[in-house]
């Protein structure tokens, strides 16, 4: 059996893609029983393709004899962004081609649409890479824990997010600090907005909600705050009281509806997504006959990307002629909650000018509010006469936090906007 | 699209499956597409079902009629052990039935013979329980990581051994304790052999092994310690030094062989593995172009078993009647790697009198056989007048350290044999 593979793309993800077709053909074969060949490449800097051996492989400048090169049976679209990568996905489906992506961009903002089109045309789309990475995450949340109701899902899917707040805790930088050595080392893009900001791990949530909820929430409908608000100060209290701060995507069931949320989280040392450092992803499962599973791995990278790339073409290979089985279906219509609602605990650090009753008129905001003090910490001020009370609630509920905040954020003594930080 | 499922055996796995089939029918249908229905359950112990709503469903005391039901697809062999799982399993394939199973005792034992029916049969044989309970390992080792050559996988497989080893590290308790604890508490079975000898861990070992290399190793072939000699002393001086003790499956590529060895393990703090508490599984995988990745989650239990099970049903019930995939082979004929030439390094405890001249009669010892010291722990005397020196190795060959022991041990100073641990 074999099949005829075409890749749209030789960046990163796509050179690592070519050359593990090309050096590992025979362990895919031999795990596999099929034979997979790489058929075309199309990629507009050709001077990207120099260094690997393509002989017998077609090379075109541009897609549109790719798509229509009859033996290419899948597609690889690797070229990330939202256009031309959809027109390429859907003309190629139309052809009757197989599409594997890594898109998470693009399938975030149009997955119904590629899904449907799936469909229609009786091809498979599938994207084990476009959340984290060489983690088979996708392949277990559809497949792996089937029979579950997946009670939540928290992921730490950004590994330039995690690097960085890793490296803030371990070395006890500042954000800009360990920003900009990221930047150096490669470790973070430049602009980092859409890795920071948090979109990119929005994206991922995106698809991780559709996935364990079988249903396609809008985008817009994510909370999504990222990491620039995060100091060191916060990683250092969060330390002391015994955590750690990770940027997560949370998904959760909630009586009819779900939760879809990324923010900075305080995770207690106890719990296994704390000790996931630097640039690593993990996913944590909780499925109602599973349990807790988690999910560890790299979340990027030339050859961890095609790791999971790779295993999405063997699917489809291996399935041969036969019909694609019953596609994944986006059935059910569920709501995303509003953030306010949400009940939790909540991190709250104050600067105040340092004298007598700060901390009793903060108490008193937050008592009229029904939130009430879990653990606090209160130091002795600072050079500049600045002072910190760190507060941890119990459960509460957001929108009472916030007014509780509006408030207490007007008092004299109150030197800067409050830092708060929502806890797993 | 509709499939009939046959479950032998409704002890504590079957009734899960049993159960998970009739409460999450509507669950399995909307995320797989297709329709799996409980046909036909049997069991000796017909009161084991009192308790399930088996309106519909057929019921046997044994498998002969199940194995002949013409609507059963597929069959779930849940009553362990050999035989007669083995004859039911055979002679499901013979009738042309896919078979799921959860009996790693049997997969390990008769791997070859099993899957060579299912290929003659053109039917599938599936065991995702059989490792790890809840955690789709198989899935991911034989699907999500199929583009790798796997370095190496180190698994927490026994829930049994890795509860009485942690609640000896954190409640200082010495192994009789903790053991006879867990089996009031229904954690350890009684007799326990089959897990505290490492058996158990021995089997799946087999199983993951095969797994990786695409090759089936004898039983036989597998090094196997189980945590009996583990004491209390150990567990302290291992945590003293930055170490926790896991009872691991070890699988490891070694230039054209492979290393298949279970064996309590000092695993650093600042491994993944050492966080892995109670009763909890996880498998820590190197593939070459994945980098490292881990899975964690319940390695048994009525629902998490079922979990996988049910997994393995939807799988083969999603390809409705087209042909079965190739069959994963196990082409290879790798040999296993003798335990004495293993490389690594090592924890030694020994037992002496508490007099002028010991370490240093041991270290002579040690030096003359080529080991070379990393570091040392010798404290003041027991109660008894005896004296613990620990101390861990830098990388030696295990023969050479055996060779050494068998030499240090018939020293007049030395109490009692020497402790010797292996480490990750």
């Known amino acids: 059996m074999s099949c005829g593979v075409g890749v749209i793309g030789a960046g990163t993800v796509g050179g690592g893609v070519i050359e593990t077709l090309l050096s590992h053909g025979n362990v895919l074969r031999d795990k596999s029983g099929v034979q997979v060949v790489l058929k075309h490449v199309a990629e507009l800097r050709q001077e990207l393709l120099k260094d690997y051996d393509l002989d017998g492989v077609r090379l075109s400048s541009d897609a549109t004899a790719l798509l229509a090169d009859p033996e290419v049976d899948i597609v690889c679209e690797l070229i990330g962004g939202l256009e031309p990568a959809k027109r390429f996905i859907l003309q190629a489906m139309e052809a009757g081609k197989h599409v594997v992506t890594a898109n998470k961009m693009l399938l975030a903002n149009a997955g119904p649409e590629l899904t449907e089109a799936a469909i229609r045309n009786n091809v498979e789309l599938r994207y084990e890479a476009a959340v984290a990475g060489a983690i088979p995450i996708i392949k277990a949340i559809r497949e792996g824990l089937i029979a579950n109701r997946i009670r939540a899902a928290y992921g730490i899917l950004n590994g330039t997010c995690n690097y960085i707040l890793t490296r803030m805790t371990e070395e006890g930088s500042d954000f800009d600090v360990v920003l900009k050595r990221a930047q150096e080392k490669g470790f973070a893009e430049t602009p980092p907005d859409l890795d920071i900001l948090g979109h990119d791990t929005a994206h991922k949530c995106q698809i991780m909600a559709s996935l364990c909820y079988c249903t396609q929430i809008p985008l817009g409908a994510i909370y999504v705050e990222g990491i620039t608000k995060v100091t060191y100060l916060d990683v250092a209290y969060a330390k002391e009281m015994g955590y750690q701060i990770k940027l997560l995507a949370v998904v959760r069931e909630h009586e009819g509806e779900i939760e879809a949320r990324v923010h900075p989280t305080l995770v207690p040392n106890t719990h296994l997504l704390a000790a996931v450092r630097n640039e690593f992803n ?86 009229k509010h029904g939130v009430s003090i879990a653990s606090c910490i209160q130091k002795e001020e600072d050079e500049d006469a600045s002072a910190h009370v760190v507060l941890i609630t119990h459960e509460t509920v957001e929108s009472s936090i916030m007014a509780a905040l509006a408030e207490i954020d007007k008092l004299d003594f109150i030197i800067e906007p409050t830092h708060i930080l929502r806890m797993l």
Chains 1, 2 share one sequence.
């Open 282 to 367: 993990a996913i944590y499962v909780e499925g109602d006959q599973a349990g807790p599973t988690l999910y560890y791995g790299r979340g990027a990278g030339k050859f961890p990307t095609a790791s999971a790339v790779v295993s999405d073409i063997i699917d489809i290979a291996r399935r041969g002629d036969a019909p694609a089985p019953p596609p994944f279906r986006y059935t059910h219509n569920i709501a995303v909650r509003d953030i306010g609602l949400l009940e939790g605990r909540y991190y709250l650090r104050f600067t105040t000018e340092d004298h007598p009753g700060v901390l009793g008129g903060i108490c008193t905001i937050l008592g």
